[in-house]
């Protein structure tokens, strides 16, 4: 998991994601003091998905805020023709 900036109080992000279909399933916000809480939550859903032959993405991500998460993270949350058409300078 990636470390904020010094001096920043992160969030801690649970994301679950079907690659196949391109949608989250699970998203799920703690503060910084929930590591362990996260980290249980990460580790019940995988073992879930395991369990059931389910192949979804399951990550811990931290960041300053959601609104940055979505900025540094766009695949989770846009359709690749947004973020296509976001970075020729189209407007959609």
Do not use: W
């Not at 059931?52 to 695949?75: F, Q, W, Y």
């Amino acid at each position: 998991m990636a470390r904020p900036l010094e001096g920043v109080e992160a969030m801690i992000f649970l994301i679950e994601y079907n690659r196949s279909e391109g949608r989250i399933v699970t998203f799920r916000d703690f503060d910084a003091s929930q590591r362990e809480e996260a980290e249980e939550a990460r580790l019940e859903i995988e073992m879930t998905l395991n369990r059931r032959g389910v192949d979804h993405e399951v990550v811990l991500m931290e960041a300053e805020s959601e609104d940055a998460l979505r900025r540094t993270h766009r695949r989770y949350f846009e359709e690749l023709r947004q973020i296509l058409k976001s970075g020729s300078g189209q407007a959609e």
